[in-house]
């Protein structure tokens, strides 16, 4: 099955400062990427996502980019403020059964803004 | 409504008790999930319904069983469950697409404590 390696577990920035959160994957055939913020005693919630046929996308002061050749993806957060203080979970699927595979999650970034 | 609701929110059980999850939503998505979270960890996929038919369950032991009673509910049947079951449960909604893999909307998710 998939698997999904997320890295650092924890990282501290300065607010106003960028942040980078990497994350590979194992099958070739995983083509859908989202990325989810989860705040304490919250459910996740889902930031932003890309697929296999783009390599960049940019929301704001969030983007992620993708290389599908080495396998890995990563999350930017830009001009970072008190508020993006979370968990953060990349995932994979295959986007196979019909459409509804099911998400393999990475083990989490807890990002701590330092005011 | 583009939410997906949880009922109950906090659950305590007993071993040799028998209760039910239930999710709810009522965005036309024929896809459902549930998954399970434990404190710290990411979510874990345990089942898929897709189109009201189980189309994945991730060798979830027995005491655990989903039912899809029609496309807006899902649940999930415990019994005779086990401390180390104790978790939040997250049910999630996705607009199956095949061959690809649609965004996943998670509920608020159960809290469960088995005594």
């Known amino acids: 099955g998939e698997n999904v390696e997320q890295h650092p577990s924890t990282l501290s920035v300065q607010e106003g400062d960028s942040a980078v959160i990497k994350c590979t994957y194992s099958d070739s055939a995983s083509n859908y990427f989202p990325w989810y913020k989860q705040e304490l005693g919250k459910r996740p919630q889902l930031i932003i996502d890309i697929r296999s046929n783009v390599g960049e996308k940019k929301d704001q002061r969030i983007a992620v980019t993708l290389n599908k050749t080495a396998k890995h993806f990563s999350l930017h957060i830009t001009e970072t403020q008190p508020e993006d203080s979370a968990v953060y979970f990349c995932a994979a699927s295959m986007g196979s059964g019909g459409g509804a595979d099911g998400l393999t999650f990475g083990k989490g970034t807890h990002l701590i803004i330092q005011p | 409504d583009t939410e997906v609701t949880q009922t109950p929110k906090h659950l305590v059980m007993g071993m040799t008790n028998k209760k039910s999850l239930k999710c709810e939503q009522h965005?036309?998505?024929?896809?459902m999930y549930w998954y399970k979270q434990k404190a710290k960890k990411p979510p874990e996929l345990m089942f898929v319904y897709s189109y009201e038919k189980l189309s994945i369950n991730e060798s979830v032991p027995s005491r655990f069983s989903p039912e899809c009673p029609n496309s807006s509910l899902l649940n999930l049947h415990l019994h005779a469950l086990q401390p180390e079951d104790s978790a939040l449960y997250l049910c999630a909604s996705s607009a199956p697409r095949a061959g690809d893999q649609e965004t996943q909307y998670f509920g608020p998710g159960t809290r469960l404590l088995v005594l």
């Open positions: 965005m036309g998505h024929r896809a």
